[in-house]
């Protein structure tokens, strides 16, 4: 099974666990032709005026150390994907805190969508990069990565056609599922309504309970018990030419 989950804006500048740069880093990356992506990346980085700057980065001020690493991204130190990223998601997950079984488990089955690289195996090795969600810089945008990539990535996602789709919906238009996967969705209210911004923290929570009990399969979480999670209900419903089962939780005040 595989476990698609989204990118944080946030990342780790520097981390204890990465290794140097290397040339040609992403060369075994699923997606194709990005040494001209991140060229002009890169080249936007080192050319633009900072009111460019802070609308592709989504920030009011250019921090100079977070800007020199994304402008050095081809010789910047490298980083398991699963650890650069330092959202909410990400810190709910806490990947460091697992045991070694649970990390392997977790390697072999997450896929990030990143908004720079295409599809990201857990242990594809990145550097610090900066990037809004759906922002461009010359003739880049993501949709447009993942269109051109598009049976590329299918192709390697057919390996497997049991999903729990953890993206968020910009994710999950970038790539749709053909009808022929078997998708598992959760979502999750709390007094009654529907959780939108810190549903990122319980897809976290989800996706660690899942390596720690080692999910066999994707039918499993219809009886897995989750702390600070009550599974309501299990409904199917009409996806493209198939179906989609989406897993409604309630979330348990404390």
Known sequence: MWFLFSPSEKKYLHH?????????????????????????????????????????FGAKQIILEELALAQNLFTSPLLDSILRYNGVAYN?????????????????RVLIFSN????????????????????????????????????????????????????????QKCLELPEEFLIYEPLFIKNGKVVSHYAKHYRGILLRECAKKTLASLKDLENMEIQGL??????????????????????KNA
């Not at 997950?93 to 390697?107: A, G, I, P, R, V």
């Not at 198939?242 to 897993?247: A, R, V, Y």
Request: glycine share 4%; aromatic share 14%; no cysteine.
């Open 92 to 108: 709910a997950l806490d990947f460091e805190t697992l045991d070694k079984k649970s990390q392997s488990y977790l390697k072999e």
């Open 230 to 251: 009550r599974l309501l209900e299990i409904q199917t419903k009409p996806y493209k030419k198939s179906q989609k089962i989406f897993l409604t939780y309630e979330v």
């Open 16 to 56: 204890i666990s990465e290794t140097p740069s290397k040339e040609g880093f992403f060369k075994n990356f699923l997606a194709q032709n990005l040494q001209a992506v991140l060229q002009q990346y890169t080249h936007y980085l080192k050319t633009s005026n900072e009111s460019s700057l802070q609308k592709l």
């Open 116 to 171: 720079l690289f295409g599809i990201l195996r857990a242990d594809d090795k990145i550097p610090y990069y900066d990037l809004k969600q759906g922002e461009g810089f010359l003739n880049f945008e993501t949709k447009k990565l993942y269109r051109d990539n598009q049976e590329i990535f299918l192709q390697f996602l057919k390996k497997d056609k049991e999903v729990l789709d953890l993206r968020a919906g910009f994710y």
